[in-house]
């Protein structure tokens, strides 16, 4: 444990003194691409705040409107038939949109329902299996300038759902 440690706490001021030696070497100017780089990733920050407001904004719109709700009492009685419980669905809808929303309810579901029950232990499986696909999509894709993103939303939404069907399944078979 004590070596894990003295490497965990030595490994980034060891490396950043290989590249600042290496720089030295090469007489690379480090400073000033350091702050080269600092500028551009200023101006992408900026070129990427319309996308994630309107992401925020949706995500509002949608928790607040009552919509989600609606759709989860609509489907709540094909969910029970199939051995879903419906309190999961916000968490599988929401993941794909947004990391810090699907967390939050990660934890309230976990609040409410315990760490050890079936919700639970499904939501952190889910959690921990789904991405952002919608946030990766926007922020990567503006960052670069991509308009069209052709079979990314497809293959990434796919994705998502195979792992919410699985995330299902095996906690399922492992936890009864």
């Known amino acids: 444990m004590g070596m894990i440690t003295t490497i965990s706490t030595w490994i980034i001021p060891c490396f950043i003194l290989i590249v600042l030696s290496l720089a030295l070497v090469k007489k690379v100017p480090a400073y000033e691409l350091f702050v080269e780089g600092g500028k551009e990733g200023v101006k992408m920050a900026f070129s990427l705040l319309p996308f994630l407001v309107g992401m925020?904004?949706?995500?509002?719109?949608?928790?607040?409107?009552?919509?989600?709700?609606a759709f989860i009492?609509?489907?709540?009685?094909?969910?029970h038939l199939i051995g879903i419980p419906p309190d999961i669905i916000p968490l599988a809808l929401i993941r794909p949109i947004s990391g810090t929303a699907a967390l939050g309810m990660t934890?309230?579901?976990?609040?409410?329902?315990?760490?050890?029950?079936?919700i639970g232990r499904l939501a952190s499986t889910m959690q921990g299996s789904t991405d952002t696909t919608l946030y990766v999509l926007t922020v990567y894709f503006g960052a670069?300038?991509?308009?069209?993103?052709?079979?990314?939303?497809?293959?990434?939404?796919?994705?998502?759902?195979?792992?919410?069907?699985?995330?299902?399944?095996i906690v399922k078979m492992v936890f009864g």
């Open 56 to 69: 925020i904004v949706a995500i509002n719109i949608l928790r607040s409107s009552g919509a989600m709700e």
């Open 107 to 118: 934890t309230e579901l976990i609040a409410t329902f315990g760490p050890d029950s079936f």
């Open 73 to 79: 009492q609509f489907i709540s009685p094909a969910l």
């Open 144 to 169: 670069v300038g991509i308009k069209k993103m052709r079979y990314a939303l497809k293959v990434g939404l796919l994705a998502d759902l195979i792992a919410i069907l699985s995330s299902i399944i």
